[in-house]
C-alpha cells in the first residue's frame, strides 16, 4: 500500500495538470428588500481549474447568474473573496475575464463586428488592429461574413455568436456566460452548444457557463456544480467523464442518464 | 422610407395646383391682386430682392440670430436633460418648474427681453435660446428614458468607464430622439427670431416683413414669406437627413 500512496500525488497530476484559476470561498450575498433581507447566496467555496468548462446549474430564483455577476465584478458579494489568476475581482476587468449576457445584448447602432470590437474600442486599441482582432473572431464563431450586418439583420443565434465573439475578443482566460442560450429556441438551443465546445477546444478557454437545463449542463461540462434554491449553496459537484468531443447520441447513454439524474435529485428536493 | 413614384408624382401635382391657383385666381380677378399678387410677380419681386445686398445683410442676420440661438440651446438643454433625468430627486424638485416654463408661450417675456437688453443682435438670440432650451430639455429627458440598462450593463462589464459609457451607449441611444427635438427647436426657434424681429429691430428678415406689411407692399412680404418659408424648408429636411442617418438601426 505505502508505494501507491507516494505515486497517488503523481497521478493526480496527470489527471489533472490544470492549476486553478477562480477561487471562491466563504462567499456570501444578503441583499435588502422590501419583504426585508434576502439571503442568496451562502458559504459559496469553489475552485475553476484553468481550461475546464464547469458549469452551474440550479433551480431558477438560486442566485446563479449573482454568483456569476459577482464573478464578472458585476456585483459585489456581502462577504468571502474571490481571486481569479491569484488576484481579488473588485471591479470588472476584462482583461482576465470576458463575459456572454443571456441577452445578446448587442447595440443595435454597431454593426456586428463594430459591436465585437467595443471592448477593443473601450482600451483605445488602433482600429486597424480592432478591425482585425473582431474579424478574426467572427470567423471563429463562424460569421465570417456577417461582419457589416446590423443586429437586427441576425437570428437570435447569430447573435449570441456575436456575443460569444465579444467576449473572447480581449483574450481573456476566463469566459462566463449567464444562460447564453436561454431565449433561443430547442434546435438553436442544441446547434449552439456544440458550437460553443468546438470554440472552446479551439481556444482552450476556462468557461463558466450558468444553465437551469440539466441536458445543457452534463452536455456541456468537464464538472458541473449543483446549487440549491434559496439560500443558494453548492449542494453537489460532479465530473462529467464522458469523452469529448461530445456527441448527440451520448445523451441517450447511461451515463448521461445517470449525471442527468443525480442533478434532478439535488435540484427537485428542495423544491417540494 | 423611400417615396414610390405615385406618391412623388402626386405631390408635383399637389404642388402645381397650388402654385397655378396662386398664379390664376388674381389674373382671373377672383382675388383682388392688390392683396393676393400672381406668383410670378411674386417670384420676380422675391429675384430683384435678392439682387439688393440690403436684404440680403437681412436675410444673413436672421439666419446667424437663429444658428448662434440654437447652438447655445442644443448643449445646454441637453445637458439639462441629462442632469435632471439622472438624478431623479433634482428632476422631481425641477419637474413644474420646467414644465410650466415648457407649456407658457414664450412671447409674453418679449417686452422683457427688450427692457433688459435692448433690440440688438444679443436680445433676439438670448429670446431664441429662451424659446427653444426647454424643448431640447424635454427631449433630452424622452431620450434618456430610450438608454436601456442592459446596454450600460455590457458596457460596465467591459470595462466602460463613466465618459465612455456617456459617450458610448448614451449618445448613440438618445441620438434619433433628440434630432428629433432638435428639429423642433429650429423651428421654433426661427419662430421666436422672427417675431423678436417683427416685435421691434432695426435689422431681419422679420423686421423687413413687418415693415412691408404696414406699408401694404403685398408683392414683398409674399416674396419674403417665400424666402423665409425656403430657408425653413432648408434647415427641416438637412437635419432629418441627419436623423435618418442616425436612426436606420431602430427599423
Not at chain 1, 476587468?93 to 471592448?119: C, K, S
Not at chain 2, 399678387?37 to 419681386?45: A, D, K, N
Amino acid at each position: 500500500m505505502q508505494p501507491l500512496a507516494e505515486l497517488k500525488p503523481v497521478v493526480d497530476e496527470a489527471i489533472a495538470p490544470e492549476r486553478p484559476i477562480i477561487q471562491v470561498s466563504g462567499l456570501d450575498h444578503v441583499y435588502p428588500s422590501r419583504d426585508g433581507p434576502v439571503h442568496a447566496l451562502s458559504d459559496i467555496a469553489l475552485t475553476v481549474g484553468e481550461g475546464r468548462f464547469v458549469v452551474i446549474v440550479g433551480p431558477s430564483g438560486c442566485g446563479k447568474s449573482s454568483l456569476l455577476m459577482m464573478l464578472a465584478g458585476l456585483r459585489h458579494q456581502t462577504a468571502g473573496t474571490i481571486l481569479c489568476s491569484g488576484r481579488p475581482i473588485t471591479d470588472p476587468d476584462p482583461d482576465r475575464v470576458g463575459v456572454v449576457f443571456q441577452e445578446a445584448n448587442l447595440f443595435p447602432w454597431l454593426t456586428a463586428i463594430d459591436n465585437v470590437a467595443f471592448p477593443l474600442a473601450l482600451r483605445g486599441v488602433s482600429r486597424a488592429e480592432r478591425a482585425a482582432r473582431a474579424n478574426a473572431m467572427l470567423e471563429l464563431v463562424g460569421l465570417g461574413d456577417a461582419g457589416g450586418r446590423y443586429p437586427h439583420e441576425l437570428s437570435g443565434g447569430m447573435k449570441q455568436r456575436v456575443s460569444i465573439a465579444r467576449g473572447l475578443v480581449q483574450d481573456p482566460p476566463v469566459l462566463l456566460m449567464d444562460e447564453p442560450f436561454a431565449a433561443l429556441d430547442e434546435q438553436t438551443r442544441m446547434a449552439m452548444g456544440e458550437e460553443l465546445l468546438r470554440i472552446w477546444s479551439a481556444t482552450r478557454k476556462t468557461v463558466v457557463f450558468v444553465t437551469h437545463s440539466l441536458t445543457e449542463a452534463v452536455y456541456l461540462a468537464d464538472e458541473v456544480l449543483v446549487m440549491s434554491a434559496r439560500p443558494g449553496r453548492i449542494v453537489d459537484r460532479m465530473e462529467v467523464e464522458l469523452p469529448r468531443p461530445r456527441t448527440y447520441e451520448m445523451m441517450a447513454g447511461a451515463v448521461f442518464g445517470r449525471l442527468r439524474d443525480r442533478i434532478w435529485q439535488q435540484i427537485k428536493a428542495p423544491a417540494r | 422610407m423611400r417615396s414610390s413614384l405615385p406618391v412623388l408624382l402626386g405631390r408635383a401635382l399637389l404642388i402645381a395646383a397650388f402654385l397655378g391657383a396662386w398664379e390664376a385666381l388674381p389674373r382671373l380677378g377672383v382675388a383682388d391682386p392688390e392683396l393676393l399678387p400672381p406668383f410670378s410677380t411674386v417670384l420676380g419681386t422675391l429675384w430683384g430682392l435678392l439682387a439688393r445686398p440690403a436684404l440680403r445683410a437681412d436675410l444673413a442676420i436672421t439666419t446667424v440670430q437663429l444658428l448662434v440661438a440654437v447652438a447655445v440651446a442644443l448643449p445646454v438643454g441637453t445637458l439639462l436633460g441629462l442632469l435632471l433625468s439622472e438624478n431623479p430627486r433634482l428632476g422631481a424638485i425641477f419637474d413644474p418648474l420646467v414644465f410650466f416654463l415648457f407649456s407658457i408661450p414664450k412671447s409674453i417675456f418679449l417686452p422683457m427681453f427688450i427692457l433688459t437688453m435692448g433690440i440688438g443682435f444679443w436680445q433676439k438670440v438670448a429670446f431664441g435660446v429662451f424659446s427653444t432650451v426647454f424643448i431640447v430639455l424635454m427631449s433630452a429627458t424622452a431620450a434618456v428614458r430610450a438608454v436601456r440598462p442592459d446596454h450600460v450593463f455590457v458596457a460596465r462589464a467591459f470595462g466602460a468607464t463613466r465618459a465612455q459609457i456617456a459617450w458610448r451607449v448614451y449618445l448613440p441611444s438618445m441620438l434619433p430622439i433628440l434630432l428629433e427635438g432638435f428639429r423642433l427647436a429650429v423651428i421654433f426657434g426661427f419662430t421666436a427670431v422672427l417675431l423678436a424681429e417683427m416685435y421691434a429691430s432695426r435689422t431681419g428678415m422679420g423686421h423687413q416683413i413687418a415693415s412691408w406689411g404696414e406699408n401694404f407692399m403685398m408683392d414683398r412680404l409674399f416674396a419674403g414669406v417665400l424666402l423665409l418659408a425656403i430657408v425653413a424648408i432648408v434647415l427641416n429636411e438637412a437635419i432629418r437627413a441627419v436623423e435618418v442617418r442616425c436612426s436606420h438601426w431602430r427599423s
